[in-house]
C-alpha cells in the first residue's frame, strides 16, 4: 500500500500564503489521481483539489477554487497544495491520497497518513 506524509503546515496570517507537500512511497503513485482534503474540529473530513495522474486536469472545491493550486511532481512521487489568500475557515488538519478516479471526490484507500494541521489567524 501506499504511505503518504504530509508537510508544510503551520500557522499563517489570512492573507499570507502557505505550501503543502505530501509525499507518497511505491510504485502507482503516477498511476493515480490525486486528492488533497482536510478536517476541521468538529466537521467531517472533506475534498479540498483534486489532480489527474499526469497533472494536467485540476478541479477544486468551491470554497477554494481561485484561492488554492494543486500540482505534482511524478518524478518526486509528491503532490503539493500552494494555499494562497488563507482564510480563519480554512484552518483545518490537511489530508492528501489517491482518488478512486479522476473526477471523484473519495479517497480510494481506507488509510490516512498524519496530515499536516494548518492555522490561520485573523
Known amino acids: 500500500q501506499v504511505q503518504l506524509v504530509e508537510s508544510g503546515g503551520g500557522l499563517v496570517q489570512a492573507g499570507g500564503s502557505l505550501r503543502l507537500s505530501c509525499a507518497a512511497s511505491?510504485?502507482?503513485?503516477?498511476?493515480?489521481?490525486m486528492g488533497w482534503f482536510r478536517q476541521a474540529p468538529g466537521k467531517e473530513r472533506e475534498f479540498v483539489a483534486a489532480?489527474?495522474?499526469?497533472?494536467?486536469?485540476?478541479y477544486y472545491a468551491d470554497s477554494v477554487k481561485g484561492r488554492f493550486t494543486i500540482s505534482r511532481d511524478n518524478a518526486k512521487n509528491t503532490v503539493y497544495l500552494q494555499m494562497n489568500s488563507p482564510k480563519p475557515e480554512d484552518t483545518a488538519v490537511y489530508y492528501c491520497?489517491?482518488?478512486?478516479?479522476?473526477?471523484?471526490?473519495?479517497?480510494?484507500?481506507?488509510?490516512w497518513g498524519q496530515g499536516t494541521q494548518v492555522t490561520v489567524s485573523s
Open positions: 511505491g510504485r502507482t503513485f503516477s498511476s493515480y489521481a
Open positions: 489532480i489527474s495522474w499526469s497533472g494536467i486536469s485540476t
Open positions: 491520497n489517491q482518488l478512486r478516479y479522476y473526477g471523484d471526490y473519495f479517497s480510494r484507500n481506507d488509510y
